[in-house]
């Protein structure tokens, strides 16, 4: 499965979760960070196998523009 066509810049991440509870939101129907596609630690923003094709759902919420669509 591919990525999503993600830009990643960590330093600007301020670990808010804003985007892994709207991942989970969509695709697991609930806001749980924990259910995310992606997982965020300081300073690495990660996608997991399970991270959908074409997807930017979490770079459309985020607000400091840690993860940009491509």
Do not use: W
């Amino acid at each position: 499965m591919k990525k999503a066509n993600i830009i990643v810049d960590p330093s600007k991440c301020r670990i808010c979760l804003q985007c892994q509870i709207f991942c989970s939101l969509l695709h697991e129907g609930e806001a749980n960070p924990s259910k995310a596609n992606l997982t965020i630690e300081k300073g690495a923003i990660t996608f997991l196998e399970t991270c959908r094709e074409n997807c930017s759902f979490c770079a459309d919420y985020c607000a400091y523009q840690a993860l940009k669509p491509k």
